[in-house]
């Protein structure tokens, strides 16, 4: 499976942005999609997961905040990110996890959400 992530910028403390991960290549409902993000100097950090079937979960810095979904028919997951914050600001990558034979591990190239001022 290939991915492309889109819809990452520059927002204002408060703001919206909506991430779109576009996915090719495999049978996408075959997988688990996850974002993860990375800031400069940490870790990268799960950011919200989706399986196959809809269920999701958060971490604990999004909770109430971001929602993660996904369309099946359009292979894409999305991330809905509210009530921006200044420590949202890292690289968002989308991961597709699972796939045919359960084994596929696959990131994007990743997008830059900067939440600023």
């Known amino acids: 499976v290939q991915l492309v992530e889109s819809g990452g910028g520059l927002v204002q403390p408060g703001g919206s942005l909506r991430l779109s991960c576009a996915a090719s290549?495999?049978?996408?409902?075959?997988?688990?999609m996850g974002w993860y993000r990375q800031a400069p100097g940490k870790q990268r950090e799960l950011v919200a997961g989706?399986?196959?079937?809809?269920?999701?979960n958060y971490g604990d810095s999004v909770k109430g905040r971001f929602t993660i979904s996904r369309d099946n028919a359009k292979n894409t997951v999305y991330l809905q990110m509210n009530s921006l914050k200044p420590e949202d600001t890292a690289v968002y990558h989308c991961?597709?996890?699972?796939?045919?034979?359960?084994?596929?591990?696959?990131w994007g190239q990743g997008t830059q959400v900067t939440v600023s001022s």
């Open positions: 991961n597709a996890h699972g796939g045919p034979f359960g084994i596929d591990d696959t």
């Open positions: 989706i399986t196959p079937g809809g269920r999701t």
């Open positions: 290549g495999s049978i996408f409902s075959l997988y688990i």
